[in-house]
């Protein structure tokens, strides 16, 4: 395992610029954005910065991958800045809700509480701005109401 040792001026700048990046987009930058958004001269000094970060184990990258940085301790949390959801996080929102969908369908007996998650769940896509995503559960959560025990 490779020992951390404090990354330099440069290198720090760059660590942030690729959390922020990371951040904003749910991917890491191209080496190429790297030198345009840091106001490098070659993608060259880019690799040997890089390189660097990662022989002093601040990042990581996996090997034949593009876009496959990663800070190992990120400075800081990322913050949420807008309800806007990059398209990865969508699939892997969606996923999640259509799993837990599929959870209470299988079930033999839906439960109100359960049913009540699914609305807000649902309620969630739609503030989030995916309409279509909310629209698609709608006709689920009808029949799944229908499968509620009489009081």
Known sequence: MTETIRPTKKQRELLTFIEQFIGEHGYSPSYREVMTGLNYTSVATVALHINNLIRRGHIRKRDHSARSL???TPTEQPKVVSNVIAPGEEKW??????????????SGKVVVDQLDHLYVLVGALKVLGLDGAAQSFIPRLSALKQRLPEE
């Open 70 to 72: 990663e800070v190992v």
């Open 93 to 106: 929102l969606v996923e999640k809700v259509e799993h837990l969908f599929s959870e209470l369908e299988r």
